[in-house]
């Protein structure tokens, strides 16, 4: 196809039609009469020889193929923003812009807190947005990191985009105060024989794989959607779980647990901050991911998560 054929501005009509599911209303949406936005629509029907929007009663309701575009339409705004708004200049002092960065609360805690500090100093402007990765992180990556700034990730879960190194951690196990199963130190044996509690979310997957390459299926008695969770899900109880020493540093207070090396070389934590291609060149962003590995380097003098286990 060739790009240099289309009015793109269809492409912001086509998102405002599927969203409001009614001519007018997206024609107010997005600046148009009523008349433009229905010539809009024949055009989008001409384009997709699809009906795109089938009048059912008194409303109109999407066809498959609107259903399908309706998500597409939205991206490919996101990125046409996105690629729009690059600048050959960028000033962290004076700019005025938002960055949105998706995270574990893993990473939002261990990192994240570290940017947000440097940035209230040096750059009053910029607001950072942190959001959790959805599963479809994984499997469409690229549609996912077009309409964000960064993703926090390890390496191990995706592959294929640019990147650039934060900092090393280590996996530790962490088990309840008064477990009378485990002594000085977890074993193996414990690890297979004791209920888990597990991160339930794709970032995990580094440790299920590890786990599974020396013969150990976890019993899950409980997952959840955040790290931080972990240490009161293990509280109290006979489970065992893993956790990254940095996090395990905060949140290890907050409970009644005991942090306690792997019994085995768990491959390390190389947490990165991945991007789609459209940011290589934008200003902004590569003054984003200067400041990102300068806090790496700085959690990194400050303890590289390769000492000995949380206290």
């Given at each position: 196809?060739?790009?240099?054929?289309?009015?793109?501005?269809?492409v912001v009509a086509?998102?405002?039609?599927?969203?409001?599911?009614?001519?007018?209303?997206?024609?107010?949406?997005?600046?148009?009469?009523?008349?433009?936005?229905?010539?809009?629509?024949?055009?989008?029907?001409?384009?997709?020889?699809?009906?795109?929007?089938?009048?059912?009663?008194?409303?109109?309701?999407?066809?498959?193929?609107?259903?399908?575009?309706?998500?597409?339409?939205?991206?490919?705004?996101?990125?046409?923003?996105?690629?729009?708004?690059?600048?050959?200049?960028?000033?962290?002092?004076?700019?005025?812009?938002?960055?949105?960065?998706?995270?574990?609360?893993?990473?939002?805690?261990?990192?994240?807190?570290?940017?947000?500090?440097?940035?209230?100093?040096?750059?009053?402007?910029?607001?950072?947005?942190?959001?959790?990765?959805?599963?479809?992180?994984v499997e469409n990556?690229?549609?996912?990191?077009?309409?964000?700034?960064?993703?926090?990730?390890?390496?191990?879960?995706?592959?294929?985009?640019?990147?650039?190194?934060?900092?090393?951690?280590?996996?530790?196990?962490?088990?309840?105060?008064?477990?009378?199963?485990?002594?000085?130190?977890?074993?193996?044996?414990?690890?297979?024989?004791?209920?888990?509690?597990?991160?339930?979310?794709?970032?995990?997957?580094?440790?299920?794989?590890?786990?599974?390459?020396?013969?150990?299926?976890?019993?899950?008695?409980?997952?959840?959607?955040?790290?931080?969770?972990?240490?009161?899900?293990?509280?109290?109880?006979?489970?065992?779980?893993?956790?990254?020493?940095?996090?395990?540093?905060?949140?290890?207070?907050?409970?009644?647990?005991?942090?306690?090396?792997?019994?085995?070389?768990?491959?390390?934590?190389?947490?990165?901050?991945?991007?789609?291609?459209?940011?290589?060149?934008?200003?902004?962003?590569?003054?984003?991911?200067?400041?990102?590995?300068?806090?790496?380097?700085?959690?990194?003098?400050?303890?590289?998560?390769?000492?000995?286990?949380?206290?």
């Amino acid at each position: 196809m060739n790009l240099s054929r289309l009015d793109l501005n269809l492409v912001v009509a086509l998102r405002a039609l599927l969203e409001e599911r009614n001519v007018t209303r997206a024609g107010e949406r997005i600046g148009l009469s009523q008349p433009a936005m229905s010539a809009a629509l024949s055009r989008l029907r001409r384009h997709f020889d699809d009906e795109l929007l089938s009048r059912t009663g008194n409303a109109y309701e999407l066809t498959p193929l609107g259903v399908a575009l309706r998500d597409r339409s939205a991206t490919a705004c996101d990125l046409l923003e996105r690629v729009f708004s690059s600048q050959a200049e960028f000033d962290p002092a004076a700019e005025s812009r938002e960055f949105t960065l998706l995270a574990s609360d893993y990473g939002a805690a261990v990192f994240g807190a570290a940017l947000a500090r440097s940035l209230h100093q040096e750059a009053p402007g910029i607001r950072l947005t942190f959001q959790h990765p959805a599963p479809s992180v994984v499997e469409n990556t690229a549609t996912v990191l077009s309409t964000v700034d960064g993703l926090l990730m390890p390496h191990g879960v995706i592959d294929g985009f640019p990147n650039v190194d934060i900092h090393r951690d280590r996996w530790l196990c962490m088990v309840a105060d008064d477990n009378p199963e485990v002594g000085d130190e977890v074993t193996l044996d414990h690890l297979a024989t004791l209920p888990w509690a597990v991160y339930q979310r794709p970032y995990d997957a580094p440790v299920a794989r590890q786990l599974s390459m020396i013969g150990i299926s976890p019993r899950v008695e409980v997952s959840v959607q955040t790290f931080q969770l972990l240490p009161h899900m293990v509280e109290g109880t006979r489970r065992v779980t893993m956790i990254q020493e940095r996090l395990a540093r905060r949140t290890a207070r907050s409970a009644a647990v005991r942090v306690l090396p792997c019994p085995f070389e768990a491959v390390p934590v190389r947490e990165a901050l991945w991007w789609h291609p459209v940011h290589t060149q934008d200003a902004a962003h590569i003054w984003l991911r200067r400041k990102a590995a300068e806090i790496g380097a700085t959690l990194t003098a400050n303890g590289n998560g390769e000492a000995g286990p949380a206290a």
